[in-house]
């Protein structure tokens, strides 16, 4: 511990540290934008296709810190440019373009450095630009890499409102006057400052893991563009420095220490996230799963109870539960206070959820016989799956659209919605008046109020009604509503006086 600290302390050490964070911090803000443009690919192209610029300039300047950074860097515009006037003017698959010129680049490069290596006093050796070179980072080196840094956060804070409009919606980008190809190539030009700015830390082969690893974990933790970006950029950072103290450590390559540190954290991510990692999944399907057989359980003994059937083995058979489940169902039932607690007969509470249950299911029948022409022996499976997913908006919508029907396709009575309001709209009479009241039972309802721009608080007037339908004069024009739409909507009648709740 002791020679690691003294390690720390070393000057190379302090600038390898600090290259490294900058490098983290700049491809993880990069590759957020990369990889929500499905833009990966080209970023490992412009990281390979940088070399034939390397070797420009050192075969025009020498070894200079500065030629390299503008070779590499006008060799990947090149190699971005090339790309595109591939794919819009030849007909080749975009993939494959992207191929086909990173390459030819790349090997345009390798050949370049195999020719200069082979005079002699030429030092210029392919392995630490493929690798990296962290612990040989010289000040401007390091000058460089965090003016590159910088450079690439002020873009993104300037041009952060175009960069995500063309990111997600590039048409609707246009429409606006957002010029999206120059965006695009304003895209490549910090991606190639990024990837030059990389070369030293992990090298034209590593720096991918860079742009691509720390972008796609915070994706996995958050869906805010804000957020993510700010979760990449400390991914990258973090990755980068614990990377580099494992390779001072294990003794070992810095650049394959850093990328494979950044697939470490994706992974944990990928198991441990609140809500997209794998462990969180299963535990909502599991608790999918147990809500679904408390349900079944729920309905079969409704209907148990509405055929006059005693509840015994042959019920629980019959659904396909486990014992275990089927008795952690029975508990749960009684926890809801759905279930008497002394025996397997349903409260008043439990009968209101089991209709609410068997409507989900007759009215998906028969959407799926009316609305798609399914056969009555192709819809009960179907429905059976989704009568546990379907909230009520979506079934009063459904509901709405059938026309209200009474019976499913086998002729079983559909139960009607459940919760109705105190004083509903359709029990008031032609010619009389009342109040919308701001207080109405569910999102639909509220929805369909909204839809035909009556608001809560103004006057009401039935001018007409019959079987199915409910004419209302609001504000000088004529509103036609279904019967049972009214039934759900809360008012209150004019001159009568209403305590709040």
């Not at 493929?130 to 993104?156: K, P």
């Not at 700015?197 to 805010?224: C, E, N, R, Y």
């Not at 002394?342 to 959820?353: I, P, R």
Request: charged share 15%; with cysteine.
């Amino acid at each position: 511990m002791i020679d690691f600290l003294n390690i720390l302390q070393e000057t190379w050490a302090v600038r390898a540290l600090l290259a490294s964070s900058l490098v983290g911090i700049m491809c993880g803000i990069l590759g957020c934008f990369i990889v929500l443009r499905n833009m990966s690919l080209v970023g490992d192209a412009l990281a390979h296709a940088i070399l034939p610029g390397v070797v420009v300039a050192f075969l025009l300047v020498g070894y200079s810190t500065l030629a390299f950074f503008t070779g590499s860097v006008l060799a990947g515009l090149l190699t971005a440019v090339g790309i595109t006037w591939i794919q819009h003017r030849v007909n080749t698959k975009n993939d494959a373009a992207i191929g086909i010129v990173f390459t030819a680049m790349f090997s345009l490069g390798v050949i370049g450095i195999s020719y200069i290596s082979r005079n002699q006093g030429v030092h210029l050796d392919l392995k630490d630009f493929l690798f990296g070179n962290v612990l040989g980072v010289a000040d401007t080196d390091l000058l460089l890499t965090g003016l590159v840094t910088l450079y690439v956060i002020l873009s993104v804070v300037v041009f952060y409102r175009y960069l995500f409009v063309s990111t997600f919606q590039p048409v609707v980008a246009e429409t606006m006057g957002i010029p999206v190809r120059l965006i695009h190539y304003f895209l490549m030009l910090l991606l190639s400052f990024a990837v030059v700015a990389s070369l030293q830390t992990v090298g034209v082969i590593l720096v991918v893991a860079m742009l691509i690893t720390p972008a796609a974990t915070a994706l996995l933790l958050s869906d805010k563009m804000e957020k993510v970006i700010v979760i990449s950029a400390g991914m990258g950072l973090l990755s980068a420095v614990v990377g580099l103290l494992l390779a001072i450590i294990l003794n070992t390559t810095p650049g394959p220490a850093i990328a494979v540190t950044a697939t470490s954290f994706y992974l944990m991510v990928v198991l441990f996230a609140p809500k997209k990692g794998l462990f969180a999944k299963a535990v909502r399907r599991r608790q999918l799963k147990l809500r679904i057989d408390r349900e079944d359980i729920l309905k079969a003994l409704y209907r148990s109870a509405q055929k006059g059937h005693a509840v015994n083995a042959e019920l629980r058979d019959k659904l396909d539960i486990s014992l275990l489940n089927w008795q952690r169902g029975i508990k749960q039932l009684r926890r809801h206070k759905w279930l008497q607690t002394d025996s397997l007969k349903l409260t008043n509470q439990g009968v209101e959820a089991a209709r609410r249950l068997v409507r989900a299911h007759r009215l998906w029948e028969t959407y799926l016989a009316t609305e798609v022409g399914l056969d009555k022996e192709q819809i009960h499976l179907d429905a059976e799956r989704h009568e546990h997913l379907l909230p009520e908006a979506i079934l009063s919508a459904v509901d709405e659209k059938l026309g209200y029907p009474q019976l499913d396709p086998h002729g079983s009575p559909i139960p009607r919605s459940i919760g109705k309001p105190a004083f509903p709209l359709s029990k008031i009479k032609v010619g009389e008046t009342a109040i919308l009241s701001a207080d109405q039972d569910g999102a639909y309802v509220s929805a369909r109020l909204w839809e035909e721009k009556i608001m809560a608080g103004t006057q009401l007037r039935v001018t007409n009604r019959n079987d199915s339908l409910l004419e209302l004069d609001y504000e000088g024009r004529t509103v036609s509503l279904a019967l049972q739409l009214a039934d759900q909507i809360n008012v209150v009648p004019q001159g009568t006086f209403v305590a709040e709740a």
